[in-house]
């Protein structure tokens, strides 16, 4: 079969102590780029007139990241919902229609 080659790639966020993760070839830029992403946030926060210690600043990115998974999820399930509510509307409407 076609199996994806997998990297162990070193993540370092924050302070944080460094740890590797076996991630999918194809996968690797992705994670890369989220990496980057949630360091720069933490800097954001970590450097400035009201400046957080570096577990502040990584607590409310990941509080941050966490709160966009919510919604996201949130709104997902509620348009699954509304789609199978649709299609049983739909269903209902064609019964003894054939």
Do not use: C, W
């Not at 780029?33 to 990941?62: C, M």
């Not at 949130?74 to 064609?94: H, M, P, T, V, Y």
Request: aromatic residues 10%.
């Amino acid at each position: 079969m076609n199996q994806q080659k997998e990297h162990r790639i070193t993540i370092k966020i924050a302070d944080a102590d460094a740890f590797r993760l076996p991630v999918k070839e194809s996968e690797e830029s992705f994670y890369r780029h989220v990496i980057e992403q949630i360091n720069n946030n933490v800097n954001r926060f970590r450097y400035g007139a009201n400046a957080d210690t570096p577990s502040a600043a990584l607590a409310k990115v990941t509080l941050y990241y966490a709160t966009m998974l919510y919604r996201q999820t949130n709104l997902i399930n509620s348009q699954a919902e509304i789609l199978g509510d649709f299609e049983a509307r739909i269903d209902s409407l064609l019964e003894g229609t054939d």
